[in-house]
C-alpha cells in the first residue's frame, strides 16, 4: 500500500465530488485541525466508492467529546473517531504551555484514565448508530517524563496501559473497528509522522506521508473489502519443498533441518485459513496416486480432509481451476490462486481474468511471509460466524445430497422427507443477525437485485416499524447449513414489498425459497408479494426460480399472488421440518 501524493488526492477528491451518484457521508470527528488528512480520506473513499460522492462531515476543532455526540446524531453511513495525545490531556500537546514535573504527570495520568472512560461510553453510544471507526494516538508521547528516552518511564506505561484497557473495552462493541497500530508501523516509521511546525502554525500535526497512511488505512475500515472464499494451492515447491515425483514421497520437506520451514508456515497459514471456513482446494500436475499418499504424511501441518477437491492430472491447471470453481459453485473473482511456477499463474490467469493469482516464491523466506500478509488481508474478516466454520463441510455434504438426489425416484418433496431436511424461519430483527447483512452483501446467483447495504443503512431500514426479517436456516442428515437465505422486506395491509432476498448457492435445490415464500404468505396474512426485482449479470437462479412460480420471465416490479403461488408451487400446508421463530 504505497502513500498517495497530495496533489493526486486532491485531484481524486474533486473528481469524487463532481459525481452524479448519491453521496456517501462519513463524519469524521476529532479534536485536532484534520486539513490534509481530510482530503486523503476523500481520495481514498472515492477509490473504494467508485460510484459515489465522497462527503466527509466535520464538527468543531478542539472539541473531541462534543464531535462525538455530533456524531452519533449526523446523518451519516459510517464514523471516523481519530484520536491523539492532546485529546486525552491538552498538556500531553505540543501546543500547550502548562507546566511539567512528577506531580503534573501524575495529574495527567488521572485525568486521561478519567477522559478514556468518557470517549469508550460516548462511541460505544455512537457505534448503536452507526459503524466507528477508530485510530488511537500515532504520535510519539512528549518528554514530560524525568526518565531518560531509552528507558519506558512509569508515566509511559501507565498511559500505554490506559490506551490498551480503552481499547479492549470499545472493541467489543459490535460496531467499533480499530485501526491496527501495527500496520501503520509499517506503513508509516514513527520518526516520519509528526510535523512539528505544521502542528504549532495550523494544529494539523501530521507529516504529509503519515496523513496518507492513516487515511489509506482509515478507508479499508470503512469500506471492508469482502473477504475471498477460496484459495487453490500447488502442491509441488508450494505446500512443500520439492518435486514429490523425482524425489518420492520421503524426499518432500517442510522442516527446519531441510531448510523448507516456510513450508510449514505456509502450510499452518492454510489451515488458519480453512478453520475460519476458507476454501482449500489442490490444483497440481502430479500422479494421483503419489499426491494421495504424500497427503497421508502423519506430519503435515494440516489435515488432507481440508482440501476439496482435490485436482491431480497432467493437463492444464487452468481446467483443474475451472473444475474447482464448479464444484465450489463460486465467482473466480472470490478465489487466489497460489503457486510457485510463473507460467502456470499466467496460464491460469489468462483463462480465468478474475482468479487472484500470487506466486509462491519458493527459498525466499521474507517473501513467502510478505504472501501470508497479503493473504490475511485477502481473506480477512472482522469475525468468524458459524456459517464460515461450516462452510467446506456443507459442500462435501451438498454433493452428497446431489449424488442421493441423481439416483431417487421420487419427488423433491419426498427426497427432502428422505434426507430428513429441516428448515428454521427466524423473524427476530433485535438485535440484528450480522449473518444476515453478509449474506445480502456477497450473494450473487440468488439474489432479487444485486443491491447492497451499508451496516448504516441495512440499519435505518429495520427501525421502520413495517419492516421485517426472515432468516432461514437448514439441516439434513447431512449435517447443518446453517443460515442460507435471508429477506428483508415491509409489510403494508395485504401486501408485502420485498426489497431484498438472497439463497447461498449452498441451499439450492432445497425448496428453502418456496417454504419461505409460504410462511410470508401465512405469517401476515397477505393476498400479494411485490417484489423489487432487478435482472443482474449473475442472478440466473433466482429468476428461473421466479419465472417457475410465475410462468413467465419476471419483470421489474413483478408481483406473486397468494392464489398464483399456491397453484404453482406445489408446497403441502405445514410441510415436514419447518419450524418458525419470531
Known sequence: MANMKLLEALKLAKLANNREGEAFICFLATGLNPLHLTTFLAAEL?????????????????????????????????????LEWSDFDARLGIRSSAVCGPAVCNDIIETVNARASEIGFRLKDAAAQMPIVVSFPTLPVLPLSFSPGWQASSFEVELDSIMQAVR???????????????????????????????DLLSGFPYTISHASGVAALLAQLVRRPEPKKGLITDLDDTLWRGIVGEVGIEGISWHLDHHSQMHAFYQRLLGALSAEGVLLGIASKNEPAVVEAALRRKDLALPASAFFPIEVSWGPKSEAVSRILKNWNVGADSVVFIDDSPLELAEVKASHPEVECIQFATKDGAAIYEVAMRLRDLFGRSAVLNEDTIRAQSIRRSHALADEFETAKSTSEDFLQQVQAEIGLNFDKSPLDPRALELVNKTNQFNLNGKRFTEAAWQ???????????????????????????????????????????????????RIEYHCLEELFTKFDIDEIRLDFAMTERNGPLREFLQNVLGKPPELGCTISKQ???SRSGIVREPHGVGTNG
Not at 482 to 499: C, M, N, R, S, Y
Open 564 to 566: 398464483l403461488f399456491e
Open 46 to 82: 472515492s477509490l473504494l466508492f467508485a460510484e459515489r460522492k465522497i462527503e466527509i462531515q466535520q464538527g468543531l476543532y478542539g472539541d473531541l467529546l462534543g464531535n462525538i455526540t455530533r456524531l452519533a446524531k449526523a446523518d451519516a453511513e459510517v464514523g471516523v473517531v481519530l
Open 168 to 198: 479492549k473495552d470499545i472493541s467489543q462493541a459490535g460496531q467499533v473497528r480499530i485501526l491496527s497500530s501495527r500496520r501503520l508501523d509499517l506503513l508509516s516509521p514513527l520518526k516520519e509522522r509528526w510535523d512539528i511546525e505544521a
Open 460 to 510: 435505518n431500514y429495520f427501525r421502520d416499524d413495517s419492516s421485517f426479517l426472515l432468516v432461514a436456516s437448514y439441516t439434513d442428515k447431512f449435517g447443518p447449513l446453517g443460515k442460507i437465505a435471508v429477506i428483508a422486506g415491509q409489510h403494508h395491509g395485504k401486501t408485502l414489498d420485498i426489497d431484498a432476498w438472497v439463497m447461498s448457492c449452498r441451499a439450492f435445490s432445497r
